[in-house]
């Protein structure tokens, strides 16, 4: 069975992260199930059923926040069976399951030996090259999608999205990417120049692509994250200051030479009024449902009863299921407890990386730490946090931190 699920992460990793929303069916309830859900479900059930023949116990500091999530969450969909119906809650619920499997990848992970977990981080590399090459490709070759824009799809013109058909979730993955590059790169430095080189190369090469993505928010995170890391970890003044520079002339040489589009004006507005707009919405509905929230996720049927989502298609708009910042998001769909609930469990999350990286000295921990940290700051503009392609980086990867030798 160990074989087994190996094998299917390895799928998951593979074929599900690589394919992202291309592989993507969206249902006319307007539950949306990717292939990546799917093959990360297979893994986890499998893992639970080890777990139950085994009987093995898990332990870990972070199953109690968890626990304490599913609670708040499942007791926001109760209070609201009433006010949606039976079948729009159960819907809901999906994605409260949806949430579970990814953060079970966690305790999957962990329970794999220690040879295939040093095998994982070269294979995490591996896909994350696999990735900036399909989006390089879409970037020369499909320039916007505007045959998708029936399905609810922007067409973000001229920027690269990749395989995840949005740049905004491209980009902070790229700069989650990043980290994880820098990291291995300077603790491969002492063992290996021709490694290290290989990783810079890369690391390059992320950076650039995080650019082409014309995210603002994703620009803002890989600082946040450079300074963070650059201020608690490294201290290498004249690498800080050399990544900088290049970034910020990257950019300029991307400006000047990248096609024209709105999506590529970074002073553009639209974008801007659209988040003020989510964020006066969302107040609006926090507001009316402060205690226990509209269930998590029963946010699409709370805009329709506001009147926020237009009549024709809300089911399958893009915009109906959740609004730009995550802690709203958590606010607004699981209610004060829910919202403390989550925070709680974040705390817990950078504690135990904090000390882990603290106790091992590993620059790597180190540098995954800033770019969990900056995530938390890129939250507050995309819903990033409850994206899956991103939570399965970040509850994977988490597995591999807390075991990392």
């Known amino acids: 069975m160990d074989k087994l699920l190996k094998f299917l992460f390895l799928i998951a990793l593979f074929v599900g992260l ?22 990360t479900s297979a893994a986890v059930l499998v893992f639970i059923l080890e777990i139950l023949i085994k009987r093995k116990a898990i332990k870990s500091k ?11 969450s499942f007791l926001s969909l109760v209070a609201n069976v009433h006010t949606f119906g039976l079948h729009d809650i159960l819907i809901a619920a999906l994605y409260l399951l949806r949430w579970d ?62 395989s995840f058909l949005d740049p905004n979730f491209m980009g902070a993955f790229l700069v989650l990417f990043s980290f ?48 963070l890391f650059y201020l608690l970890f490294f201290r290498n003044k004249k690498l800080f200051l050399g990544t900088i520079t290049f970034l910020v002339f990257a950019v300029i040489v991307v400006l000047f030479l990248g096609k024209k589009s709105e999506g590529t004006n970074l002073l ?17 509905i926090i507001s009316s449902n402060p205690i226990f929230g509209v269930g998590f996720d029963a946010y699409r049927y709370a805009q329709n009863t506001h009147g926020f989502l237009g009549r024709q298609n809300w089911q399958i708009s893009h915009a109906g299921a959740g609004t730009d910042n ?15 609930a989550y925070v709680y469990l974040w705390i817990q999350i950078l504690k135990l990386i904090y000390n882990e990286g603290k106790k091992k000295s590993s620059v790597f921990i180190f540098a995954i730490f800033s770019s969990f940290t900056a995530l938390l700051f890129d939250s507050l503009f995309i819903n990033s946090l ?17 075991d990392y030798k």
Not at 208 to 221: E, Q
Not at 272 to 279: H, K, L, P, Q
């Open 18 to 39: 690589t394919l992202g929303d291309i592989a993507r069916v969206s249902f006319s309830s307007g539950v949306a199930v990717s292939l990546l859900d799917i093959c």
């Open 268 to 284: 553009r507005i639209t974008s801007s009024r659209a988040r003020i707009i989510s964020v006066n919405e969302v107040l609006t």
């Open 180 to 227: 994880f590059v820098l990291g291995m790169g300077m603790t491969l430095y002492k063992k290996s120049k021709n490694s290290s080189l290989a990783m810079f190369f890369l690391l390059l090469l992320s950076f650039l692509t995080v650019i082409l993505t014309y995210s603002r928010s994703a620009y803002a995170m890989l600082v946040i994250g450079l300074i």
């Open 326 to 340: 995550s802690f709203l998001f958590t606010m607004a769909t699981t209610g004060i407890l829910g919202f403390f």
């Open 101 to 162: 499997l990814y953060a079970l990848l966690y305790f999957l992970i962990i329970e794999f030996d220690i040879s295939f977990k040093k095998k994982l981080s070269y294979l995490f590399i591996l896909e994350g090259a696999v990735l900036i090459i399909v989006g390089l490709v879409q970037y020369i070759f499909y320039t916007n999608l505007r045959n998708l824009y029936y399905l609810g799809w922007d067409p973000h013109l001229y920027r690269l999205f990749g």
């Open 62 to 72: 972070l199953i109690k926040p968890i626990i304490f999530f599913n609670i708040a």
């Open 386 to 402: 409850f994206y899956p392609a991103i939570m399965f980086w970040f509850w994977s990867v988490l597995a591999l931190v807390i």
